[in-house]
């Protein structure tokens, strides 16, 4: 129950953080590019093709590479096992 439940917040949260990604595109106040990254880690955790696509990406860019693999950890820290 409590699983689903977690699971169903940070789907949500990751939903949100994409809408105010691409709101972010166009009003210049809000940091796009930065929610837009927050929220494809976040659906990342529920999606394999999503993450296989996010490491593929990011594989050519080693500083980006490892700095998305530390942003994960620290999601799954605080989030724990999903």
Do not use: C, D
């Not at 166009?26 to 296989?52: D, N, T, W, Y």
């Not at 696509?53 to 590479?65: A, D, G, Q, V």
Request: aromatic share 10%; no cysteine.
């Amino acid at each position: 129950m409590i699983r689903n439940t977690k699971r169903t917040v940070i789907f949500v949260i990751g939903i949100l953080f994409l809408i105010l990604g691409v709101v972010g595109l166009v009003l210049p106040f809000l940091q796009g590019i930065l929610f837009l990254a927050i929220g494809l880690m976040l659906l990342s955790l529920f999606s394999p093709p999503l993450r296989e696509w996010l490491e593929r990406h990011t594989r050519r860019y080693p500083k980006l590479h490892r700095a998305v693999l530390s942003v994960e950890q620290f999601i799954r820290r605080i989030v724990g096992e999903i």
